[in-house]
């Protein structure tokens, strides 16, 4: 009885200790966010806010700006206005943000603007906020002075209020782009309904600011996630609406490398750096992210040691093209890297390995992420004697390139001995095949 009762709680002791093991393996880390973030789209964004002359309080619904309006809806009534005592003339337009939305009115914040003609005056922006056609309840405007060339205005969701989102209004300049901004005029007198379009020089660029990114760093690894809230209405963990991004640490989120949040929050893992990680919760205003690391998962995105690694074409400093199965006689050592990531440690051993070991090896290094302009003036000023060529995003692609600086190691035939090497590394492993 007493030997069934030890084996007993030696299970139990087992069990326990496997429980806590599993725990450890599966540390939850949490990484704060940084909100109202801008990707890539941001900078490349030509939405236009157009304004349009305010001279009752029905208004003509919202459409697609610069398109006929579908005449069969009805129009919308200003319950109050707001006090715009010191206004002299007055323009409306709308805002997209989903965050308010209810049945009369879905995606678009009704917007007066006063002092709307760019006179020495502070401009005003009243937004309906919470999407009921009554200006005095949505506090105070939003200004902008004669002096001021943008304005950023946030939004806060009117069921969550800590659930934000903002956008960056830019005025247009006189004098700059005038054939073009004379077809936008245009186009819009020709196709806002009864709406009255005053003039492009009064409108606004708009863009938005709907990503957070949570920066993570450790001794081995880093890396940043993004979230990009599509429907726009400040919330960041909408399955199959919001998108998901991770790319190398601290960069700028790529709008071409999003990939869809799938429902169940840890359903939905990424690869980094030789490991995998599932997200096991996303507060819903952007706040933070939470992630564990998988350890038991097999890997798909990374090259297999053994097999041949993928052929590609790149051009040089000099833009004389190659490809890689051109040095399929010789092991290779392709190094990728840029300028703020590459270290004096680099380019000592980038020098060595090609001053020591040409005859047996060719060296290829591939810059990742600079501008071509800016590689050629570090390769002539800096006198690299190293040979420098470009990579770009199909190339890093192939190689499952995470971040930079990396380096592969490939015998010959092109088959892969090591995926990540520095060049003190790379150059270690020569002097000893050397000696031997």
Same mark, same amino acid.
């Given at each position: 009885?007493?030997?069934?009762?030890?084996?007993?709680?030696?299970?139990?002791? &087992?069990?326990?200790?496997?429980?806590?093991?599993?725990? #450890?393996?599966?540390?939850?880390?949490?990484?704060?966010?940084?909100?109202?973030?801008?990707?890539?789209?941001?900078?490349?964004?030509?939405?236009?806010?157009?304004?349009?002359?305010?001279?009752?309080?029905?208004?003509?619904? !919202?459409?697609?700006?610069? #398109?006929?309006?579908?005449?069969?809806?009805?129009?919308?009534?200003?319950?109050?206005?707001?006090?715009?005592?010191?206004?002299?003339?007055?323009?409306?337009?709308?805002?997209?943000?989903?965050?308010?939305?209810?049945?009369?009115?879905?995606?678009?914040?009704?917007?007066?603007?006063?002092?709307?003609?760019?006179?020495?005056?502070?401009?005003?922006?009243?937004?309906?906020?919470?999407?009921?056609?009554?200006?005095?309840?949505?506090?105070?405007?939003?200004?902008?002075?004669?002096?001021?060339?943008?304005?950023?205005?946030?939004?806060?969701?009117?069921?969550?209020?800590?659930?934000?989102?903002?956008?960056?209004?830019?005025?247009?300049?006189?004098?700059?782009?005038?054939?073009?901004?004379?077809?936008?005029?245009?186009?819009?007198?020709?196709?806002?309904?009864?709406?009255?379009?005053?003039?492009?020089?009064?409108?606004?660029?708009?863009?938005?600011?709907?990503?957070?990114?949570?920066?993570?760093?450790?001794?081995?690894?880093?890396?940043?996630?993004?979230?990009?809230?599509?429907?726009?209405?400040?919330?960041?963990?909408?399955?199959?609406?919001?998108?998901?991004?991770?790319?190398? !640490?601290?960069?700028?989120?790529?709008?071409?490398?999003?990939?869809?949040?799938?429902?169940?929050?840890? $359903?939905?893992?990424?690869?980094?750096?030789?490991?995998?990680?599932?997200?096991?919760?996303?507060?819903?205003?952007?706040?933070?992210?939470? &992630?564990?690391?998988?350890?038991?998962?097999?890997?798909?995105? $990374?090259?297999?040691?053994?097999?041949?690694?993928?052929?590609?074409? !790149?051009?040089?400093?000099?833009?004389?093209?190659?490809?890689?199965?051109?040095?399929?006689?010789?092991?290779?050592?392709?190094?990728?890297?840029?300028?703020?990531? #590459?270290?004096?440690?680099?380019?000592?051993?980038?020098?060595?390995?090609?001053?020591?070991?040409?005859?047996?090896?060719?060296?290829?290094?591939?810059?990742?992420?600079?501008?071509?302009?800016?590689?050629?003036?570090?390769?002539?000023?800096?006198?690299?004697?190293?040979?420098?060529?470009?990579?770009?995003?199909? &190339?890093?692609?192939?190689?499952? #390139?995470?971040?930079?600086?990396?380096?592969?190691?490939?015998?010959?035939?092109? $088959?892969?001995?090591?995926?990540?090497?520095?060049?003190?590394?790379?150059?270690?492993?020569?002097?000893?095949?050397?000696?031997?």
């Amino acid at each position: 009885m007493a030997t069934l009762y030890n084996t007993q709680i030696k299970r139990l002791i &087992i069990v326990f200790l496997t429980f806590c093991s599993i725990q #450890l393996n599966a540390q939850i880390v949490r990484i704060e966010s940084e909100k109202l973030v801008k990707d890539d789209q941001f900078h490349k964004t030509q939405s236009i806010i157009p304004i349009y002359r305010y001279v009752s309080d029905s208004i003509e619904p !919202y459409s697609k700006f610069g #398109l006929e309006i579908d005449s069969t809806l009805p129009w919308y009534k200003i319950n109050k206005l707001p006090d715009m005592t010191n206004c002299t003339d007055t323009g409306y337009s709308y805002i997209y943000f989903a965050g308010a939305d209810n049945e009369l009115s879905k995606g678009y914040l009704l917007t007066l603007i006063g002092n709307y003609r760019r006179s020495r005056r502070t401009i005003y922006f009243f937004i309906d906020r919470n999407n009921d056609f009554n200006f005095t309840n949505d506090g105070p405007p939003d200004s902008m002075t004669y002096f001021d060339h943008t304005k950023e205005i946030v939004l806060a969701n009117r069921d969550i209020p800590e659930a934000k989102y903002a956008i960056k209004l830019t005025r247009f300049k006189y004098g700059e782009n005038v054939a073009y901004k004379n077809l936008l005029s245009k186009h819009y007198r020709n196709h806002s309904g009864k709406k009255r379009f005053t003039d492009i020089n009064y409108c606004f660029r708009e863009q938005r600011y709907n990503c957070i990114a949570a920066h993570y760093k450790s001794d081995v690894d880093s890396f940043t996630i993004g979230i990009k809230d599509m429907n726009v209405n400040g919330i960041y963990n909408e399955s199959c609406i919001d998108k998901l991004y991770v790319g190398p !640490y601290k960069r700028e989120i790529v709008a071409e490398d999003l990939f869809d949040l799938t429902p169940t929050i840890n $359903k939905n893992a990424f690869e980094w750096n030789g490991k995998k990680y599932r997200f096991e919760s996303i507060e819903t205003t952007g706040s933070f992210i939470e &992630i564990t690391e998988d350890d038991k998962a097999t890997l798909s995105n $990374k090259l297999e040691i053994g097999k041949k690694a993928p052929n590609f074409e !790149y051009f040089n400093v000099l833009n004389v093209k190659h490809q890689l199965k051109e040095f399929k006689k010789k092991e290779v050592y392709l190094f990728f890297w840029d300028k703020d990531n #590459l270290t004096s440690e680099d380019t000592l051993y980038l020098s060595k390995i090609d001053q020591e070991y040409k005859e047996t090896l060719k060296l290829i290094t591939l810059n990742h992420g600079d501008e071509p302009k800016q590689v050629r003036i570090m390769f002539y000023y800096d006198k690299i004697k190293w040979p420098v060529g470009y990579s770009n995003s199909e &190339i890093g692609s192939m190689y499952f #390139l995470e971040d930079v600086n990396r380096g592969y190691y490939l015998g010959k035939k092109r $088959k892969l001995k090591n995926d990540k090497l520095t060049p003190k590394e790379m150059y270690e492993i020569l002097q000893n095949s050397q000696e031997k």
